[in-house]
């Protein structure tokens, strides 16, 4: 590390978004395996480039299938992942673009690792917020019932914890609202901080 040295750019992050008419930023979705991040990570990633803005999604079952592929799911493997997920998430940033990621990350001390790269106001913590009960129920990947049934194990939820967010920025529960309420409560905050223009 000690013979490397930041190269600034010389264009600004901001100059780069300012192109595309949008301010960059990250809307990091937490929540149990089953909660809905995918699914309203990707809604909103539909309904934010039907607006003409330039998004990118990253999702943690692609991830570990290329850049984290080395990792499993070992404390330290978990922190390592969310680190490089972090890491990516603020190049995309830096490059002008509306990012979402969808991570379980359930530990406080990992997403506020990735708070922390992010000027304020541009790490947006999205909780999940549906009941075990309606995860389980869904199991859309089948690993509930490959949990309970013992395998797999360190499962969120089951047998490892889900560490609450204290503050997240926008709370949603899709055991209460659907997804196209779960996407306008996001584009109205969007546009209450600015961050892109309303329309
Ligand atoms: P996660 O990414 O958190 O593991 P997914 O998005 O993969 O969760 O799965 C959520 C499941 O719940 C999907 O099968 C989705 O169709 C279903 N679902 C039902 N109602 C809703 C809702 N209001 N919002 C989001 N997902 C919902």
Redesign the pocket.
């Known amino acids: 590390m000690n013979n490397i040295v930041w190269h600034d750019h010389k264009i600004t992050r901001a100059e780069r978004s300012s192109n595309k008419n949008q301010k960059p930023c990250l809307l990091w ?1 937490t ?12 809604a909103l990633d539909v309904a934010l480039h039907e607006r003409g803005y330039h998004t990118f999604l990253l ?2 079952d692609n991830v570990r299938h290329g850049l984290c592929n080395d990792l499993g799911f070992s404390d330290n493997d978990r922190v390592e992942n969310i680190r490089r997920v972090g890491e990516v998430c603020k190049l995309f940033a830096d490059a002008g673009l509306i990012v979402m990621s ?1 991570f ?1 990350s359930p530990f406080t001390s990992d997403r506020r690792m990735v708070r922390k790269l992010f000027p304020a106001g541009e790490f947006i913590e999205v909780f ?1 917020d549906a009941p075990l009960e309606t ?1 389980e129920s ?1 199991d ?2 089948g690993l509930y019932k490959k949990a309970r049934a013992g395998e797999i194990k360190h499962f969120t939820g089951i047998d490892s914890p889900y560490e609450v967010p204290s503050h997240p920025e926008i709370r949603l529960d ?2 209460q ?3 196209e ?2 996407i306008d409560s996001l584009i109205a905050y969007l546009i209450d901080r600015k961050l892109i223009a309303s329309k």
């Open positions: 979705f929540g149990l395996s089953g909660s809905g991040k995918s699914t309203i990570a990707n999702d943690g969808a379980i999940m995860c869904r859309p990947k899709t055991s609202n659907t997804v309420e779960c």
